[in-house]
């Protein structure tokens, strides 16, 4: 289950803890996908991709196989999915969770997580990286570069003061373990 859909049920299952889930929409999911009906038993749920009948009917036999749904209705036209469903056997999170996941909405959204600016920096990362790998014929792009940098203060410090010293080499050597991506930091 992706973060989206883990989110999302996690969401869907406090506000069900809390009594707050009743016939409103309790998700739109940037305007994509609606829920119109949630009552014990019945799901009623607009998305335009419903409006795929490849997809419609692939969404249709994947939740036909899942026990305890009685029926499950898609209309092309309205772009809608009505599941009819036994709500002692399914909770109705996992099952929207789960048509989230069919209609890959998930996926969608993980694409677009980044920001404005952080899609920016990392054009912008893209561009330096580029630039380095052109000007030196290939042989060292940004992301060798910053941690053997990183190496060399580090060394630099040692030689200087005779130790790793608190904090500055050695941070400068996790940066650089982290850069080689062998640590769990992302860059």
Do not use: H
């Not at 038993?41 to 939740?63: E, F, M, P, T």
């Not at 990392?122 to 910053?146: E, H, P, R, S, V």
Request: aromatic share 6%.
């Amino acid at each position: 289950m992706s973060l989206l859909s883990g989110m999302l049920t996690g969401y869907m299952l406090m506000k069900a803890a809390r009594g707050q889930i009743n016939n409103k929409s309790e998700i739109s999911f940037n305007g994509t996908i609606q829920v119109k009906q949630n009552i014990s038993g019945r799901l009623r749920i607009y998305c335009d991709k419903l409006r795929d009948n490849k997809l419609s009917q692939a969404i249709n036999v994947q939740l036909c196989r899942i026990e305890g749904i009685k029926q499950v209705s898609v209309s092309l036209i309205t772009g809608s999915i009505l599941v009819i469903y036994d709500g002692k056997k399914i909770d109705s999170n996992l099952l929207q969770a789960a048509i989230v996941k069919l209609l890959g909405l998930d996926k969608e959204s993980e694409k677009a997580s980044n920001s404005i600016i952080m899609q920016e920096v990392t054009i912008a990362n893209q561009a330096l990286n580029y630039a380095m790998l052109d000007k030196t014929g290939g042989i060292i792009d940004l992301k060798t570069t910053l941690p053997i940098i990183f190496v060399g203060l580090a060394i630099k410090e040692l030689v200087r003061t005779g130790n790793l010293g608190i904090p500055a080499p050695i941070t400068l050597l996790y940066w650089a373990y982290n850069s080689f991506g062998l640590g769990g930091g992302k860059i």
